[in-house]
T-cell receptor, first 115, second 113 residues
Framework: AQSVSQHNHHVILSEAASLELGCNYSYGGTVNLFWYVQYPGQHLQLLLKYFSGDPLVKGIKGFEAEFIKSKFSFNLRKPSVQWSDTAEYFCAVTPMDTGRRALTFGSGTRLQVQP | DVKVTQSSRYLVKRTGEKVFLECVQDMDHENMFWYRQDPGLGLRLIYFSYDVKMKEKGDIPEGYSVSREKKERFSLILESASTNQTSMYLC????????????FGQGTRLTVV
């Protein structure tokens, strides 16, 4: 079965600092990859997704992620964080060749941006 | 916009009660999912359904069952609630296509006392 690892559980940054959140998955086949974000008191929403093509994908609010197949990684980046980026971030994967339609999530990273 | 609506935002139930969590989506999605979210554990899949009356166990189905009588509605049932089922429950839906994303409801925070 596939699994997703997010190594940073809690990250504290100052505004304008750069952000990189790690995500690694364990599955040898073709995958779809996602980053979801959950702002305080709000529902989970999609930040960005990778299906195929350019491994560098851009999402909403200035976020981007790079898929490195050889490293089974899909790290999330933002050059300059804002206080409003304070949220919990989840990496997720769906294998494309098993028939499993559900997303498998990592344990999440809580980001706290200090003004 | 896709809308996934969970019937309750907060619920408090007693140990041993039968609990129903309801979820409705308005985009004619084939697939629907129930996850539970716990601090430090992320989201874990309980059950999912890929069609009416069809269901498959996820990673943590013990103590839960589901019902999908209509395409738009997916119910999670706790047959006899226990304190270790205190959690945030999230419903999601997605189309049947290969390259598609899931849409989530606002969650139901269930406390079992």
């Amino acid at each position: 079965a596939q699994s997703v690892s997010q190594h940073n559980h809690h990250v504290i940054l100052s505004e304008a600092a750069s952000l990189e959140l790690g995500c690694n998955y364990s599955y040898g086949g073709t995958v779809n990859l996602f980053w979801y974000v959950q702002y305080p008191g709000q529902h989970l929403q999609l930040l960005l997704k990778y299906f195929s093509g350019d491994p560098l994908v851009k999402g909403i609010k200035g976020f981007e992620a790079e898929f490195i197949k050889s490293k089974f990684s899909f790290n999330l980046r933002k050059p300059s964080v804002q206080w409003s980026d304070t949220a919990e971030y989840f990496c997720a994967v769906t294998p494309m060749d098993t028939g499993r339609r559900a997303l498998t999530f990592g344990s999440g990273t809580r980001l706290q941006v200090q003004p | 916009d896709v809308k996934v609506t969970q019937s309750s935002r907060y619920l408090v139930k007693r140990t041993g009660e039968k609990v129903f969590l309801e979820c409705v989506q308005d985009m004619d999605h084939e697939n629907m999912f129930w996850y539970r979210q716990d601090p430090g554990l992320g989201l874990r899949l309980i059950y999912f359904s890929y069609d009416v009356k069809m269901k498959e166990k996820g990673d943590i189905p013990e103590g839960y069952s589901v019902s999908r009588e209509k395409k738009e509605r997916f119910s999670l049932i706790l047959e006899s609630a226990s304190t270790n089922q205190t959690s945030m429950y999230l419903c999601a839906s997605k189309t049947g296509g290969l390259n598609t994303e899931a849409f989530f409801g606002q969650g139901t925070r269930l406390t079992v006392v």
